[in-house]
């Protein structure tokens, strides 16, 4: 049983990150439910209100949020599927590249030491980061406050910035109303939540709980076996989860940790932000794949926030999310690999 303490912490949680969503939600804000709910629990947590990540819960609704993603892979999307090959190739040369410059720049800017730096500048891959460096001696805190401040500065910066100056206005992403889903719709879409975060989690896929609901679901509804999705109030309710837990993130961390933190992120989040805008613009011109799809799918946030966010704007789901998945799968198995042999080298280099 959990502590009371830590119970009620995660209550609080709640309670705090719904109404900030509801507010955001009456202030016609962009995505507002885990925009709100991310601004008011962060608020909380650097005031010094106690808030805490609830993983069981994340994880149910991480896995609705797949059901979701995989139901914009129509059939119409698969004849797109040799297009992305060339864009994936261009995501991976935008991974090393970002790596390298932000490594420079954490590494020779902000003085951190090697491992803090490399483990840091990886666009994307928060968990795996963490544990990652920590395991190679790096400062597990600063690593951490990189990431989750990239994430809650690129979701807030693109969010607003497709709103005001992209003019999209923003969609309700569960088009499809409660009423139109039958007991089979209802069972087969669950069915896909439930069987694929078990099979993904069973194969160690990174992501798991996203991306295995993602395949079955992209499977079910390419194939024509249904064409309904998550209904608009669960898919709400996914968005307040998924903010509130970016939030929590910063629970007991002092407010000039995280100014110190926010300030080096700003600079590290406005470099990536322009690397995904120039290797956006080389896809739209190379492949004719819209700018506005590019530069999500390409943006330093995290995997189901940046899904969040196409889907809210409407700007191809599948596209984005299969984009964010690749990135993350680049990272978690090359970043420490990479790591590992550069070291090694450098030992070499270093022996008389």
Not at 169 to 183: E, K, L, S
Not at 199 to 219: D, E, F, H, K, N
Not at 310 to 330: P, Q
């Amino acid at each position: 049983m959990p502590a009371p303490s830590l119970t009620r912490a995660k209550l609080t949680t709640l309670a705090i990150g719904i109404p900030g969503g509801a507010l955001f939600y009456f202030l016609d804000l962009p995505l507002p439910w885990m925009l709100g709910a991310m601004a008011t629990t962060t608020i909380a947590a650097i005031s010094g209100v106690r808030v805490a990540l609830m993983p069981r819960l994340r994880l149910v609704f991480i896995a609705i949020l797949g059901v979701m993603l995989g139901s914009a892979f129509t059939p119409d999307v698969l004849q797109g599927l040799v297009i992305w090959l060339g864009s994936f190739a261009w995501l991976g040369l935008y991974v090393v590249v970002a790596t390298v410059v932000v490594w420079w720049y954490y590494r020779r800017l902000a003085r951190y030491d090697m491992v803090t730096a490399y483990f840091s500048a990886a666009p994307g891959g928060l968990n795996e980061m963490i544990l990652a460096g920590g395991a190679m001696g790096g400062d597990e805190r600063r690593i951490s406050m990189s990431h989750a401040t990239r994430i809650l500065i690129a979701i807030f910066v693109l969010s607003f910035g497709y709103r005001w100056f992209g003019d999209y206005a923003p969609t309700d992403p569960g088009a499809t109303p409660d009423n139109a889903m039958n007991w089979l719709d209802w069972m087969l879409l669950t069915g896909c939540g439930v069987v694929g975060l078990l099979v993904a989690r069973t194969l160690r896929i990174p992501a798991y709980a996203l991306v295995g609901p993602m395949m079955l679901s992209a499977i079910v509804h390419a194939i024509g076996i249904t064409h309904s999705r998550p209904p608009i109030w669960l898919v709400a309710a996914a968005q307040v989860v998924v903010g509130a837990m970016v939030g929590s993130r910063f629970d007991g961390v002092a407010p000039r940790v995280v100014g110190h933190a926010l300030l080096l992120a700003v600079v590290a989040t406005v470099i990536l932000l322009i690397l995904a805008a120039l290797f956006g613009e080389a896809v739209q011109v190379t492949l004719g794949i819209p700018f506005s799809a590019a530069l999500l799918a390409f943006a330093p946030g995290g995997l189901a926030e940046m899904s969040l966010i196409a889907l809210s704007l409407d700007v191809d789901a599948a596209y984005v999310s299969s984009h964010h998945v690749v990135r993350i799968f680049i990272i978690v198995l090359a970043a420490p690999l990479v790591f590992r042999l550069f070291r090694r080298g450098r030992k070499r280099l270093d022996r008389p």
